[in-house]
């Protein structure tokens, strides 16, 4: 099935994320979208969280594009591992100094890893007692804000089709593309790495269908109001300045699937 947005040209996203790490937690935005995806999971998978059947333990937990930890931090007391993966070292290096302090979750594993195969030997063993054994699989998979950046959506959606456990579920939240006007969301300083502008919710209730997931649902979690540009290239000392930008409604989606 064809991706109704064409991608948008790109070099390196990792050259910008590794640029962005160190400043990346400055931005209000990316903590209150962070608490709002944790908000939305846990109403999404209550089988895990809110109501969860304590014979089965807390869930093993693989988080793709974790940047530098905002959404694993809050989501790590409630797993039993949590496999934190991020493309960008730089991503990778502010997370694993967070796991540094006195007080931090010691069940976090960062890796800065690209996925492309379940069966990856950084990730960790199923068997400690077999360390080139096959790999842990997962009781559920999370990714906040990173799907707009995959080049290949169905390549990666296998992926974790292959890291889940049986009956394991994903829960992905993005923004949503509800057509043109969603490109917006990115100045046009941003739009390095942005492969799509936002995740369409008919295209991907198929893709995910077309992947092998069950009981698919694409849906509407949470809206949010966004400083724009009125025009590409408004914002040029990388934040909007004194009397530009526009307020937007953006709705975030949550794609929620399972394996059979
Ligand atoms: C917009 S950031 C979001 C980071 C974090 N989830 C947050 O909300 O603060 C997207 C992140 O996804 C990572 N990323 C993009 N594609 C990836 C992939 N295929 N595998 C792992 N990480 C990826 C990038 O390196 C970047 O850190």
């Not at 070099?11 to 608490?35: I, Q, Y």
């Not at 390549?155 to 992905?172: D, H, I, R, W, Y």
């Not at 400083?227 to 934040?239: A, I, Q, R, T």
Request: with cysteine; charged share 25%; net charge negative.
């Amino acid at each position: 099935m064809p991706d109704p947005v064409a991608p948008v040209e790109t070099n390196s996203g990792n050259d910008r994320f590794n640029a962005e790490a160190a400043a990346w937690d400055k931005k209000p935005f990316v903590h209150a979208m962070s608490l709002e995806a944790w908000k939305a999971i846990q109403k999404s998978v209550p089988s895990l969280f809110i109501e969860p059947d304590n014979s089965l333990g807390r869930p093993d937990i693989l988080e793709i594009g974790c940047g530098t930890g905002l959404l694993t931090l809050e989501v790590a007391p409630a797993a039993n591992r949590l496999v934190a993966v991020d493309a960008a070292p730089g991503m990778i290096d502010v997370l694993s100094s967070k796991l540094n302090q006195p007080n931090a979750p010691n069940n976090v594993i960062p890796l800065a890893l690209l996925l492309e195969d379940p069966e990856d030997t950084m990730l960790p063993p199923a068997e400690q007692a077999k360390p080139n054994g096959p790999r842990l699989k997962f009781d559920l998979i999370i990714s906040h804000l990173v799907l707009h950046h995959i080049p290949d959506l169905k390549q990666v959606l296998k992926t974790m089709l292959g890291c889940l456990n049986e009956g394991g579920s994903v829960a992905l939240t993005d923004f949503e593309d509800f057509g043109p006007e969603a490109r917006r969301f990115h100045p046009e300083y941003k739009m390095d790495g942005v492969e799509r502008h936002g995740i369409n919710r008919e295209w991907m209730t198929a893709l995910m269908l077309e992947v092998g997931f069950r009981d698919v649902k694409v849906e509407v979690a949470w809206e949010h109001d966004k400083v724009v540009e009125n025009y590409p290239g408004e914002f040029k000392l990388g934040k909007p300045a004194e009397g530009e930008g526009n307020r937007m409604k953006f709705s975030y989606i949550i794609c929620l699937g399972k394996k059979a």
